[in-house]
């Protein structure tokens, strides 16, 4: 079981950038799949991005498709969201989760065993 720590949420301007982590507890983090979802007030969850236990395959959506980079480092038991060029509509708690032993990359919350507590992004215009 692992248990991640998201961060690095912030109040930041439209166009300007921020960095997500996702600090996993285990040594066995390269055996999660990595997604990252968002819920702005009075919506649903929404996907966001997916990262392979490799790295080597990921998945958007395509409103954040050029802007956002999902990336990870499982030396550090770490996964990331690069955000540039945020928009308001960004807004939202921003949450990591983990997907044991994924062969296929979700973006269905559900199929996701383990989840972060959120990290809040706010963008202003």
């Known amino acids: 079981q692992v248990q991640l720590v998201d961060s690095g949420g912030g109040l930041v301007q439209a166009g300007d950038s921020l960095r997500l982590s996702c600090a996993g507890s285990e040594r066995t983090f390269s055996n999660y799949a990595i997604g990252w979802f968002r819920q702005a007030p009075g919506k649903e969850r929404e996907f966001v991005a997916a990262?392979?236990?490799?790295?080597?395959?990921?998945l958007y959506n395509d409103s954040v498709k050029g802007r956002f980079t999902i990336s990870r480092e499982n030396a550090k038991n770490t996964a990331y969201l690069q955000m540039n060029s945020l928009k308001p509509e960004d807004t939202a708690v921003y949450y990591c989760?983990?997907?044991?032993?994924?062969?296929?990359?979700?973006?269905?919350?559900?199929?996701?065993?383990?989840w972060g507590q959120g990290t809040q992004v706010t963008v202003s215009s």
């Open positions: 990262i392979s236990w490799s790295g080597k395959r990921t």
């Open positions: 989760a983990a997907d044991e032993n994924a062969i296929l990359l979700h973006s269905r919350g559900y199929e996701y065993e383990y």
